[in-house]
């Protein structure tokens, strides 16, 4: 049995403390039960944080340190994370849901964001402009200062390891807002900013509602930069405030990303892009593979083969699914499984027919759903524009290479997209005219930390990951001298 803490607190200026607006109970969407309570943030707290953060960077003791030290400690914070995974993983999967091995992922992909940006520190590198002889110029980059940070459910250690370790990297301090669902398994970053020695202030994390603290910090007059990932309404709530305080915002937000399957591709690969793009992490995945736009001469060959493969999944409590392997775990809240649900449901009503899945797994109580795959769905309907955040496959036909980019292309989103083709000159076209962030050739969620991630349309603007990542983070300054 996994025992876990009974009461977490908010993490501010290098203290544990309770929150002004009391307490929130985090649920196991496996069963159903209450784990543990977090303390909940209000104005004040967040106010506590913004100020720690502040401080810090005015007393220049994170951002002035030599970009060598700072990503030492920042390559440290990761490597902490890697030495805790036993306790991490557990705490992870019992409150978001996934498979424990999904969690060891995580925790793995969380730690090698502070791996890759640790070594980036030192890169951030000005240069000098000649004026001629009576001149001297160079131009300079300096953290923001005080980076706030709204991070969803889903991949709650990701998506905080994306930001928060290129904003340290950077020489920011940060006030992270933690998923009301999934704040516990934030707390191991406090204990690495801690272990590595970082200043007290660099990493405030705080948990509390989206309209509360959340409002607060987007908001807060002294926040110098803000990153928000997450649903589009709630992005363009805080690009609202942040444009009232004239501070730069990086929004991650949703998408609807579609592989185009032509007649000669491996079917074999595809299969398994399609049990990853779309059933990791029970399809909670901004990048995930909600459509599949195939052509009609081998339509109904690849949807019994997915059918046959989302079958073979074995969908149950995430804390039994130690091992990587073929199955699936737990969405985050039996109310996230019943928008899918009655999406999948909607979407039959308009005509499209259901190759698998759709139901509850009769012998578990919790937030589950099975593996799903919709046929005959049509580029107008609900189920193709928007998005479920759940493992939900739409599949779409084309016949002409056109048809397919213009479906891909069809809706508010562009997050990522993917094309699957042995011709190299189609893979180049289709990858020119999609509009989406990232394209994948040949396999889907090909990249890594070191590729620029990001949306096109609703999807979002500014990017993650990779180099581009790094000038969210700093500010450009010139300096002009007239010499005597
Ligand atoms: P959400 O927008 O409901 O919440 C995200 C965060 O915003 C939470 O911490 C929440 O408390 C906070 N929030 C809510 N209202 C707020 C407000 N008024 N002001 C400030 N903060 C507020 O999203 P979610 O349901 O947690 O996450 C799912 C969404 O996130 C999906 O649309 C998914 O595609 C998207 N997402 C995108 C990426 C990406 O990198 N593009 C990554 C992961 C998730």
Redesign the pocket.
């Known amino acids: 049995m996994n025992e876990i803490k009974q009461y977490w607190q908010n993490y501010i200026d290098g203290e544990w403390v309770d929150g002004g607006a009391g307490r929130i109970d985090v649920i196991d969407p496996a069963t159903g039960k209450t784990l543990a309570q977090h303390a909940l943030a209000d104005a004040r707290d967040v106010d506590d944080a913004v100020q720690a953060a502040r401080h810090l960077h005015q007393s220049r003791d994170w951002s002035g340190l030599r970009p060598v030290d700072r990503g030492r400690k920042v390559r440290a914070m990761g490597q902490y994370l890697l030495h805790k995974i036993d306790e991490i993983a557990p705490v992870l999967t019992l409150e978001q849901g996934k498979p424990l091995w999904e969690s060891r992922v995580e925790i793995t992909g969380a730690a090698r964001y502070f791996e890759y940006y640790g070594n980036q520190a030192e890169t951030i590198e000005g240069r000098s402009i000649p004026l001629g002889d009576k001149y001297f110029d160079f131009t300079t980059y300096e953290p923001y200062g005080v980076s706030a940070q709204?991070?969803?459910?889903?991949?709650p250690l990701e998506?905080t390891a994306?930001s928060l370790s290129a904003a340290l990297a950077t020489g920011n301090a940060c006030v992270i807002?933690?998923?009301?669902?999934t704040p516990l398994s934030l707390a191991w970053f406090a204990l690495a900013a801690e272990a590595a020695g970082l200043p007290d202030g660099a990493v405030n994390i705080l948990c509390?509602?989206?309209?509360q603290?959340?409002?607060a910090?987007?908001g807060h007059t002294k926040v110098n930069q803000v990153v928000?990932?997450?649903?589009?309404?709630?992005?363009i709530?805080?690009a609202k405030?942040a444009a009232l305080n004239v501070v730069p915002c990086v929004l991650?937000?949703?998408?609807k990303s579609a592989a185009i399957v032509h007649e000669d591709a491996n079917l074999d690969s595809f299969v398994d892009d399609v049990r990853w793009g779309i059933y990791f992490n029970a399809g909670?995945?901004?990048?995930a593979m909600s459509r599949v736009i195939v052509h009609d001469s081998i339509h109904d060959e690849l949807v019994d083969r997915i059918a046959d493969m989302a079958e073979t999944l074995s969908v149950g409590p995430g804390i039994d699914r130690p091992k990587i392997g073929a199955n699936m775990g737990a969405m985050v809240s039996l109310q996230?499984r019943d928008r899918a649900e009655i999406m999948v449901t909607e979407a039959i009503g308009s005509g499209a027919n259901l190759a698998t899945g759709g139901r509850r797994p009769k012998r578990h109580v919790g937030a589950f759903l099975e593996p799903t795959v919709l046929t005959d769905v049509t580029p107008d309907m609900a189920i193709a524009r928007e998005?479920i955040?759940g493992p939900v496959l739409s599949v779409l036909r084309f016949q002409e290479d056109e048809d397919a980019i213009e479906i891909a292309n069809s809706t508010q989103y562009g997050?990522v997209g993917g094309v699957f083709t042995r011709d190299l000159d189609r893979a180049t076209r289709a990858a020119q005219q999609m509009r989406a962030g990232q394209v994948f050739v040949n396999e889907w969620f090909a990249g890594g930390v070191e590729t620029p991630?990001?949306?096109f349309g609703k999807?979002?603007y500014g990017r993650?990951k990779g180099r581009e990542a790094l000038w969210n983070y700093v500010q450009t300054k010139n300096v002009a001298i007239r010499l005597g």
């Open positions: 709204i991070i969803p459910w889903n991949y998506m994306r807002k933690s998923p009301e669902l509390g509602y989206g309209r603290a959340g409002a910090l987007a928000f990932t997450g649903s589009v309404p709630t992005g709530a805080v405030a991650e937000l949703g998408g909670q995945t901004c990048s996230q998005e955040f997050l991630f990001g949306g999807s979002g993650e």
